[in-house]
């Protein structure tokens, strides 16, 4: 896994590659491959324990969730759930697709199915940051414990921040920036420090945000033990008839 997983956060890298490092025997059936290809979904076998797995595709649209993604995420977190079948998620995205196109499609609408989905799943569910997660990335792919996730990881070289740190750089250091003699030299700087102090994470892992960090040789392992310790999980929630779904 390591070697497949680029350092620099920008270059893009196949996710089927580390979910096939991850499952057993590398077997991993995709489910509707051809629709929404940012995202990833299917299913895989730990210690011979089906799973579902979600995962970002930083080789499209560099793993960002848009409309498509996001329905056809939302449709399998409910069945896995509908079926007791545990979810693990890789998260590698840095926010939400932009554009106007996304906005009058309703991104709002559609992205919320998919963390209403997540807030209403009972199933054991664990959550890995493969590389980077941003923003509201973060509640749309389950890393943030508010949607209910059982246990969220880091590998050690991944990127916890609300903002990516170019973005950050240009807002924070922006004074420092423009009276800089040389200001991309300085922006650049900025960027390292942003990205070496803030958005790594062992600062995540002190405020309580994750619960552990890997070492990728280690996930598997890690993660078959994690889920077997999850198995007898019960969740007690108060009666109702149904939720209100963002139709």
Not at 198 to 210: D, F, H, K, R, S
Request: charged share 25%.
């Amino acid at each position: 896994m390591q070697e497949i997983i680029p350092d620099d956060p920008r270059k893009p890298y196949d996710m089927r590659e580390v979910i096939q490092g991850i499952v057993d025997g590398g077997d991993f059936l995709e489910v509707m491959e051809g629709f929404a290809a940012n995202i990833i979904i299917g299913f895989g076998r730990l210690n011979g324990y089906s799973t579902g797995i979600i995962a970002n595709q930083p080789r499209v649209y560099a793993g960002c969730l848009d409309i498509n993604a996001s329905t056809k995420a939302a449709r399998f977190i409910r069945f896995c759930d509908a079926f007791n079948i545990p979810i693990l998620n890789l998260a590698d995205c840095p926010g939400y697709l932009p554009g106007t196109q996304q906005e009058y499609g309703g991104i709002i609408r559609h992205g919320a199915k998919m963390l209403y989905a997540y807030c209403e799943a009972t199933v054991p569910r664990i959550s890995v940051i493969v590389r980077k997660i941003y923003g509201g990335a973060m509640s749309g792919m389950a890393v943030s414990k508010l949607v209910g996730t059982d246990l969220t990881v880091a590998l050690p070289t991944a990127e916890i921040a609300i903002m990516g740190p170019e973005g950050a750089a240009n807002i924070i250091f922006k004074e420092e920036i423009a009276r800089a003699a040389n200001p991309s030299e300085m922006r650049r700087q900025k960027i390292l420090e942003y990205r070496e102090k803030l958005a790594n994470p062992y600062v995540a892992a002190e405020e309580g945000w994750i619960d552990d960090i890997v070492e990728p040789t280690a996930l598997r392992m890690f993660l078959i033990e994690a889920f077997d310790r999850l198995k007898k999980k019960k969740e007690t929630r108060p009666p109702r008839r149904h939720g209100t779904i963002p139709l």
